[in-house]
């Protein structure tokens, strides 16, 4: 006589419950999910935002693309504490502002605080390359390209 007894371990998968199937195939996707979800923590969190950047090119409209500063100048800081400064203006006068900004995606909100000019809200979507960054303002073709700024002296 034969011995028709069949253990649970040696079922075929395919054969199993569906709801082990159901929940095998959940956990499976909870672990990509969470793999993506740290990859994307890492890209904002990296800092590549973080420093100087010295402004090089303005625009005013799409059609009139970017040109180059002139005689003016613009340096904006960002710290890891959420805090930047900016310093800008020309030969004749210039300005430092205060404030904080927030990142999330390609947004960027900054607020200012320029003393006597009071305080201001700009929200901007802004883009990096290598060393580039590029930003326009919410609603507008108007924007700032900057270089990261070099501020170990060169001899």
Not at 67 to 94: D, K
Not at 122 to 132: A, G, Q, V
């Amino acid at each position: 006589m034969k011995n028709n007894t069949v253990f649970l371990n040696d079922i075929p998968y395919f054969y199993a419950s569906p709801m082990k199937k159901v929940v095998s195939i959940v956990t499976v996707g909870l672990m990509f999910l969470s793999c993506d979800l740290t990859n994307q923590e890492d890209e904002e969190s990296d800092g590549s935002i973080l420093g100087s950047w010295e402004q090089i090119e303005k625009r005013a409209t799409i059609s009139a693309g970017w040109l180059p500063l002139g005689n003016s100048f613009y340096m904006v800081t960002f710290e890891s504490n959420g805090t930047h400064t900016i310093q800008q203006g020309n030969f004749a006068n210039s300005r430092n502002c205060t404030g904080t900004w927030l990142a999330s995606g390609n947004a960027l909100t900054l607020t200012n605080n320029c003393g006597q000019y009071g305080e201001s809200k700009e929200n901007l979507h802004y883009s990096l390359s290598d060393t580039i960054m590029t930003w326009t303002y919410d609603f507008s073709e108007t924007g700032k390209r900057f270089k990261k700024a070099d501020l170990e002296p060169s001899f």
